[in-house]
């Protein structure tokens, strides 16, 4: 069975927020940060499953601070977890202050699935647990998808 670390499928986007990624209240478009938040997912989710993958699920996408016009927002997405054909993805946005210290704004955790030509579900690699943090995610993220089971 082929296994991947999570390192190996990391995924980082830098954006600065221009005019026409505002809202009618000059902060950004939430609806902009999500559209954001699923492309690195999905790179992150190509990378690990080496195939094709569509989105199944977003959970607990949390908007916790706001962006504004002219700040950098720089997204990293990585594996949590790798189950049979699902994988989870969490994307954490940034704004990037111009001393290079960062506000984490939002955070959000996907589920992808890899699919083949015929849009079905293939098997994904095993991911390889390196650290802590990783098996932290890795079992935070199994609770979850037993719980999405369970629905
Ligand atoms: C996601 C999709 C491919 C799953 O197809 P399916 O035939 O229902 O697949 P299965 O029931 O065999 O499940 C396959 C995997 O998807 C997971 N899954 C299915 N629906 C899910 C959901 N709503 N949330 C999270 N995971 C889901 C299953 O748990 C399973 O994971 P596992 O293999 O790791 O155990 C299908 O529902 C689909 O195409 N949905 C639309 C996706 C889309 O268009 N996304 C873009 C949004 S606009």
Redesign the pocket.
Known sequence: MITKKVEDSMAEQVQIVTPQYLNGSKRMFGGQLMKWIDIVAAVVARRHAGTDV????VDTLQFRKPAYRNDTVVLKGYMTAA????MEVCVEAYKEHFSGERTLINKAYL?L?A?DEN???VPVPKLEITNEFERQNYDDALKR?QI??MH
């Open positions: 569509t989105t199944a699920s189950f049979n054909t699902s589920v699935i699919i849009d079905k579900p998808y999405r089971r």
